[in-house]
C-alpha cells in the first residue's frame, strides 16, 4: 500500500469513534473498528468500518488518560455507562473512544524499515491517538471495509 493512499485511509476516521482494537482471532493481524458517522444533513447514514492492519509485527498501546484521571477513575461504577454517568472520573463505559488527533504515518520508521529489509514487503508504523489510548502499530497492508450489522470481534466458532 503506497503511503499516499495510506494517509487518505486514515484520514477518513479523524474524529470519529473507535468502538473497538485488538488483534484478530487468528493473531496476526491487528483490527479498529471505527463507528463513522457524518453531519445528518448530508443524508449521509452512520456505518461501522473494519480496519484491518495486516502482517502486523509490532503492536503497542498505552494509555492516554492522565495520571490523575486514572487515579478518579478506578471504581468499577465507571465501567457501565448508566451507573457511572454521574460519578467524577473517566467513564470508561461509553464504550468508544475519540479519534482525536487522530491518526498519522511515521515517516522513516526504523521499525518499518528494519521489517521490510527481513521479510521483502513494505512496511508502515502508523500512530493512532485517542482520548483513552495512544496506539502504534507496524504493518504492511491496510484493508478497510464496511461491517455487517451484528459483527462482533471473537464471534464463536460454531464448527470448534
Known amino acids: 500500500m503506497d503511503p499516499s493512499t495510506l494517509g487518505r485511509a486514515l484520514d477518513d476516521v479523524y474524529d470519529q469513534a473507535l468502538v473497538y482494537h485488538g488483534f484478530t482471532d487468528y493473531m496476526r493481524d491487528y483490527e479498529a473498528i471505527v463507528y463513522a458517522t457524518a453531519d445528518p444533513r448530508t443524508g449521509v447514514a452512520p456505518k461501522h468500518l473494519r480496519y484491518l492492519f495486516r502482517y502486523c509485527v509490532e ?13 478518579e477513575s478506578l471504581d468499577d461504577r465507571l465501567i457501565d455507562y448508566k451507573t457511572g454517568v454521574d460519578l467524577d472520573g473517566y467513564v470508561w463505559g461509553v464504550k468508544w473512544q475519540s479519534l482525536y488527533p487522530g491518526a498519522k504515518i511515521l515517516e522513516e520508521s526504523p521499525a518499518a524499515r528494519s ?39 471473537f464471534a464463536v466458532d460454531q464448527d470448534s
Do not use: K, M
Open 59 to 71: 503492536a503497542r498501546c498505552q494509555t492516554s488518560v492522565a495520571p490523575a484521571t486514572w487515579r
Open 115 to 153: 521489517w521490510a529489509e527481513a521479510i521483502g514487503l513494505e512496511f508502515h508504523e502508523v500512530r493512532i491517538q485517542t482520548n483513552a489510548h495512544d496506539l502504534t502499530l507496524v504493518f504492511s497492508d491496510l484493508q478497510v471495509s464496511d461491517l455487517p450489522p451484528g459483527y462482533r470481534p
